[in-house]
């Protein structure tokens, strides 16, 4: 039974073609494209579910029914979401049924968010004898399922959950919300599900271990140069790669900094300096580099404000950082991954870093200190294991030599 739908994804078949190939039964899917007030397709679903719903009767004991979702069934309800509501789907079909499931977006990704059912069963035809009789409503949250932006989820294998008193059947589904450009997108992303069989499948035919359904890990973000001029020298220096790491709903996105959409600007002033940077897709984040004991300067404070949907939707201040400390008159460098821990849910991971705030000189950098994991020390650290290590084993041996000699003369003297 498991492998009745997904082949291996390089058999590039259409979704339909490939789903069904596996299930020669299939129902009628559920198909539905909505369109926007600029008649822009906001959102496109395709799918087939079915629920067995399980009831108490009036002298039978309990009783389990399955609900199909005929073709005639109405969308209505369903829309593409506003400033006030998120995107959903909602499909009514006979006498009482209403089932929706809605969408929620974070800055680079989009969740399948809640699901809701609600079922009558006043409704004699498909409750026949039920004791009681009235509407009854579930939702639950899906949780798992978060989508990358302008990507189209896809799922062959059945996904089945236990809500209450009624088992949920979905598969064959396609599904792709907040669609960018009034394009859906070609681009999959396959449920872990349909995955795990596509490697059980390609590992069974090959003998070449394949890999399996980890996250792809993120590409490390281009670095940018920002130069901050004071009259017409540069009074702030800074070259690295920034990458956001967004914790919000359930989820955790990483979102790189794209120098080339990225405008910047600042102020030197004589005791702390600024640096702007706002990326057109990503929002606005500022740095403030201070100064203290008159001798060094560091990374004191970091403002973002990240815009999606519309408007400022994530915000995060901190002013009392301590990172990037060197003394004044030399750059600060950190080659490596390293984190700037703005709040709980918010850090700035920087690559290829190096910043000088304060007498930048001929609008070029100083000597650079370097951090701790650029350091030499690093290396240190492995090597000092290895030794401490090798003189335990030292230790061990010259012990176990001593107890042999011991026992040794113990026989000898017997
Ligand atoms: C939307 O597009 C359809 C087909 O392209 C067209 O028939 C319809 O008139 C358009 N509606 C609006 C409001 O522009
Ligand atoms: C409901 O869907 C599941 C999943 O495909 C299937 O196993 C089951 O037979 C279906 N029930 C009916 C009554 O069609
Ligand atoms: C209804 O179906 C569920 C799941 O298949 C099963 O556990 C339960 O025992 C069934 N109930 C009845 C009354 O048949
Ligand atoms: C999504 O749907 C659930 C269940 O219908 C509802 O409780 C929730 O408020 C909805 N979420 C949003 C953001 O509207
Ligand atoms: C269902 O049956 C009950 C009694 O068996 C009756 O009172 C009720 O009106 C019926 N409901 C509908 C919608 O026909
Ligand atoms: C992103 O932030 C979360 C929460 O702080 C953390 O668990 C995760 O390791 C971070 N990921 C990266 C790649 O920085
Ligand atoms: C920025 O633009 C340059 C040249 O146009 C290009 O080579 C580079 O890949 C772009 N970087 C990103 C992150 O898009
Ligand atoms: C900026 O330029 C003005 C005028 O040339 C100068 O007085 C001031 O000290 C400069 N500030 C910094 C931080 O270099
Ligand atoms: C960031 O840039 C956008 C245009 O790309 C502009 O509308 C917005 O006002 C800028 N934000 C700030 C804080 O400068
Ligand atoms: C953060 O930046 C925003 C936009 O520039 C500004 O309105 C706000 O006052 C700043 N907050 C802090 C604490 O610096
Ligand atoms: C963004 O919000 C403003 C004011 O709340 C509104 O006028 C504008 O139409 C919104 N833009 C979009 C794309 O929803």
Known sequence: MLFRC???????????????????????????????????????????????????????????VTIQVP???????????????????????????????????????????????????SDNATFPDAKEKGKIYTAFA?????????????????????????????WDVLVQAFVQKNTISTKEYVCGKDRLLSTVLATTSSPV??????????????????????????????TMGL????????????????????????VCL???ALLWLNDSNLGFLELLFAIKNGNRFYLKGVNVSLTFVNGSDFVAVNNNLNCWD????????????????????FQINTFDLRVQPFNVVEGKYSTAQECFADS????LIPIAVGVALGFLIILVFISYIIGRRKSHTGYQSV
């Not at 009628?28 to 496109?44: E, H, R, V």
Request: hydrophobic share 35%.
């Open 6 to 64: 997904c082949l291996p994804l390089h058999l590039h078949l259409p979704f339909t073609l490939l789903c069904l190939l596996m299930r020669p039964l299939g129902l009628n899917a559920l198909s539905l494209t909505l369109k926007d007030s600029n008649n822009a397709t906001c959102l496109y679903a395709q799918w087939k579910m079915n629920f067995t719903i399980e009831y108490e009767t009036a002298n039978n004991g309990l009783k389990n």
């Open 71 to 121: 073709s005639s069934a109405s969308f209505s309800g369903s829309d593409c979401g506003t400033e006030e509501n998120v995107p959903q789907i909602a499909v009514q079909f006979g006498s009482g049924f209403f089932w929706s499931v809605n969408f929620t977006r974070a800055i680079s990704t989009y969740f399948i968010d809640f699901i809701s059912f609600s079922y009558d069963t």
């Open 142 to 170: 899906v949780n798992d399922i978060e989508v990358p932006l302008d990507q189209l989820f896809k799922c062959c294998s059945l996904l089945m959950t236990k809500e209450g008193n009624v088992i949920h059947s979905y």
């Open 209 to 238: 271990p394949l890999p399996t359904a980890k996250p792809i890990p993120k590409e490390k973000p281009h670095p940018g140069t920002y130069s901050v001029k004071n009259g017409s020298c540069i009074c702030l220096l800074a």
């Open 243 to 266: 990458q956001l790491n967004i914790t919000k709903n359930k989820g955790t996105s990483l979102k790189n900094l794209n120098p080339n959409t990225t405008d910047y600007d600042g």
């Open 270 to 272: 004589k005791e702390s």
């Open 326 to 345: 060197a003394p004044i008159g030399s750059s600060y460098m950190c080659i490596k991954e390293d984190s700037i821990p703005v709040s709980d849910t």
């Open 376 to 379: 030499d020390l690093n290396f």
